[in-house]
């Protein structure tokens, strides 16, 4: 079946410990997207990819990082510079194009937590 | 900058009344809507989603209307069931360069009582 895939499920992180979380998706989209989500709160946007090799910040890249170097795979790194990061991180993908009304797909994310 | 918020954050049914869950968006520019089911330690879940130039759209038990005038989008649930029990979301697609991006509201938790 297609989908977007996250793992692992739950992380948990020591201080001053970079971490990456892993995000591949097999529906051939072009785009995807990496979010953030608090308690009560909307998700925010942290980093997107439009295309391989290509990545731009979202609203609250401070503290992250990621990387495109397939099109399948979008994984994100959560670095130490990153103050508050316990957090639940969803990544999504969609087909690329403002002509296309189409969703973005979900994976089922993954929960940080730092120890 | 923008935002989409919800007027209700909580909103408890009756198992089998209708449920409404609202929102109000801010970029009158937003040319897309979708709304997102997310269950608890899940990935939200697509709906129904609506274009700017439609003022409703029904689904399966779900319908989302459009008010452009006042910036409002609701979605109503018929004959709400206990598996609907999740916190909904709405989201908007501001006109942006970046491509299929959404803005997100904090959500909505929906509680069925049965």
């Known amino acids: 079946d297609g989908g977007i895939t996250q793992s692992p499920k739950y992380l948990f992180r020591k201080e001053g410990q970079n971490v990456t979380l892993s995000c591949e998706q097999n529906l051939n989209h072009d785009a995807m997207y990496w979010y953030r989500q608090d308690p009560g709160q909307g998700l925010r946007l942290i980093y997107y990819?439009?295309?391989?090799?290509?990545?731009q910040k979202g609203d609250i890249a401070e503290g992250y990082s990621v990387s495109r170097e397939k099109k399948e795979s979008f994984p994100l790194t959560v670095t130490s510079a990153q103050k508050n990061p316990t957090a639940f991180y969803l990544c999504?993908?969609?087909?690329?194009?403002?002509?296309?009304?189409?969703?973005?797909?979900f994976g089922q994310g993954t929960r940080l937590t730092v120890v | 900058g923008e935002s989409v918020g919800l007027h209700l954050p909580t909103l408890s049914v009756q198992e089998g009344d209708n449920s409404i869950i609202n929102c109000a968006y801010s970029?009158?520019?937003?040319?897309?809507f979708i709304w997102y089911k997310q269950e608890s330690g899940k990935g939200p879940q697509f709906i129904i989603d609506?274009?700017?130039?439609?003022d409703k759209r029904q689904g399966q038990r779900v319908t989302v209307l459009l008010n452009k005038t006042v910036k409002h989008l609701s979605l109503q649930i018929a004959a709400t069931q206990p598996g609907d029990s999740a916190v909904y979301f709405c989201?908007?697609?501001?006109?942006?360069?970046?491509?299929?991006?959404?803005?997100f509201g904090p959500g909505t938790r929906l509680s069925v009582l049965p």
């Open positions: 970029n009158s520019a937003s040319d897309y």
């Open positions: 999504a993908s969609s087909i690329q194009g403002r002509l296309l009304n189409t969703e973005a797909f």
């Open positions: 609506i274009r700017s130039n439609m």
């Open positions: 989201a908007e697609r501001p006109q942006r360069n970046y491509g299929q991006n959404f803005v």
């Open positions: 990819s439009q295309i391989v090799n290509d990545f």
